[in-house]
């Protein structure tokens, strides 16, 4: 705890797959209501006093993954559908990606967040992407060789289904 998390719910955490002495801990609040501020630091178990970083977030983190390849890249999910990349290496506090201009953006709180490592094809088929599931019901890959491209991997659609009554 630090005075900048104070009344404030840790909504999700993840420990760095290479740097083992950092986590990331996502806080904020999600009212349908009232929609404030989020807090995202990044803890270091050499210093559990303070956090190393302290980033503002427009919402509530929702989800949050660091990356494999890229250990200083901090993937996190916001409780209004927004995808954001931090590098926690640089001194800027500001996300280094970001979809909210992104026309495919999430409508509803990314709820997961992961970074999987592709091994099949060549060039750019190869590599790391990112892999975001929302309560709109689409799973998507983002790509950050060419800014921050997505592409729906699954769409779920809800279907009413009206009971039909039995007569006995």
Same mark, same amino acid.
């Given at each position: 705890?630090?005075?900048?998390?104070?009344?404030?719910?840790?909504?999700?955490?993840?420990?760095?797959?290479?740097?083992?002495?950092?986590?990331?801990?996502?806080?904020?609040?999600?009212?349908?209501?009232?929609?404030?501020?989020?807090?995202?630091? &990044?803890?270091?178990?050499?210093?559990?006093?303070?956090?190393?970083?302290?980033?503002?977030?427009?919402?509530?983190?929702?989800?949050?993954?660091?990356?494999?390849?890229?250990?200083?890249?901090?993937?996190?999910?916001?409780?209004?559908?927004?995808?954001?990349?931090?590098?926690?290496?640089?001194?800027?506090?500001?996300?280094?990606?970001?979809?909210?201009?992104?026309?495919?953006?999430?409508?509803?709180?990314?709820?997961?967040?992961?970074?999987?490592?592709?091994?099949?094809?060549?060039?750019?088929?190869?590599?790391? &992407?990112?892999?975001?599931?929302?309560?709109?019901?689409?799973?998507?890959?983002?790509?950050?060789?060419?800014?921050?491209?997505?592409?729906?991997?699954?769409?779920?659609?809800?279907?009413?289904?009206?009971?039909?009554?039995?007569?006995?």
């Amino acid at each position: 705890a630090c005075p900048d998390t104070k009344g404030k719910r840790v909504n999700s955490m993840g420990w760095n797959k290479v740097n083992k002495d950092l986590l990331a801990v996502g806080y904020g609040d999600y009212d349908h209501n009232t929609l404030g501020k989020g807090i995202l630091c &990044v803890w270091s178990i050499k210093n559990p006093e303070h956090p190393e970083r302290i980033y503002e977030t427009r919402c509530a983190v929702t989800s949050l993954d660091f990356s494999m390849g890229h250990p200083n890249l901090l993937a996190v999910g916001l409780y209004d559908g927004t995808v954001q990349v931090f590098n926690i290496r640089s001194t800027v506090n500001s996300p280094i990606l970001d979809s909210l201009e992104n026309p495919n953006k999430h409508l509803s709180a990314v709820w997961e967040l992961m970074w999987v490592e592709r091994d099949k094809g060549t060039g750019e088929e190869k590599g790391e &992407v990112l892999i975001s599931g929302s309560g709109d019901g689409r799973i998507t890959q983002w790509t950050i060789r060419k800014g921050f491209e997505s592409l729906d991997m699954l769409k779920l659609k809800r279907v009413n289904v009206a009971k039909q009554s039995t007569a006995a």
